[in-house]
């Protein structure tokens, strides 16, 4: 494929699909989402950080900041304790947020003529959001299908059915700057080490042996 599209939030699991990416494609666009989540700025940080270390051609960041006018997600909602739930869809879900994500995306690929959309969605990661499975992102290559005029566009998800040790390895194994990532829910200066999302990652980097370079609170 030549030209892509990488929906790029400054976590892990984006930096290293934006990674394959450019092994897979020549010509690289990324996307950044600022929707009044906790950490905006830091993972804003990371965004540029990570574009200036992969020279896309282009990268743009679009201002959803009335996912936090809404509501209904502790990610945008500080006043919402992020809590963990062994069943059912835990509240850091923000209401089809991938949905929306990759409507941006698809309307700037139908005016680049891109071939494809990145996005670096991942099962394990997604607690029980309905909108990181297989099946949700085959309906939304339906939707393209049926909605617009590049019907070659296509939606790439090369993480999605790995384990995170298995992104942390990948990630080594292309040399991406984990350090310019940032996957903490609630810090920006030092990641907290104890939010789910931070779990998952410490989880991940010591299962692969591997030292996580990101800073972190209490030298976790």
């Known amino acids: 494929m030549n030209r892509a599209i990488v929906l790029l939030s400054g976590g892990m699991d984006s930096l290293v699909t934006a990674a394959i990416a450019a092994k897979q494609c020549d010509e690289l666009y990324f996307l950044h989402f600022s929707y009044g989540q906790r950490t905006c700025a830091r993972e804003l940080k990371s965004f540029q950080a990570i574009a200036q270390h992969y020279q896309p051609i282009e990268a743009k960041v679009v201002d959803y900041s009335w996912f936090s006018e809404i509501g209904g997600s502790a990610l945008t909602d500080s006043s919402l304790e992020i809590t963990q739930q062994p069943n059912g869809i835990p509240n850091s879900y923000v209401p089809f947020r991938n949905a929306t994500l990759l409507c941006a995306a698809t309307a700037w690929a139908e005016v680049l003529s891109a071939q494809a959309i990145y996005i670096g969605a991942v099962e394990e990661d997604s607690s029980g959001y309905p909108d990181c499975r297989q099946s949700f992102f085959e309906a939304f290559a339906r939707v393209i299908q049926e909605g617009t005029a590049n019907t070659d566009l296509k939606i790439m998800t090369p993480v999605l059915h ?58 976790k």
Not at 200 to 214: H, N, S
């Open 162 to 219: 790995h384990s995170k040790k298995e992104i942390v390895l990948l990630g080594k194994s292309l040399q991406v700057p984990f350090n310019l990532s940032w996957s903490c829910y609630t810090s920006e200066d030092k990641a907290c080490g104890e939010c789910p999302s931070c779990l998952l990652r410490l989880k991940a980097f010591a299962e692969a042996g591997i030292t996580d370079p990101i800073p972190y609170k209490d030298n």
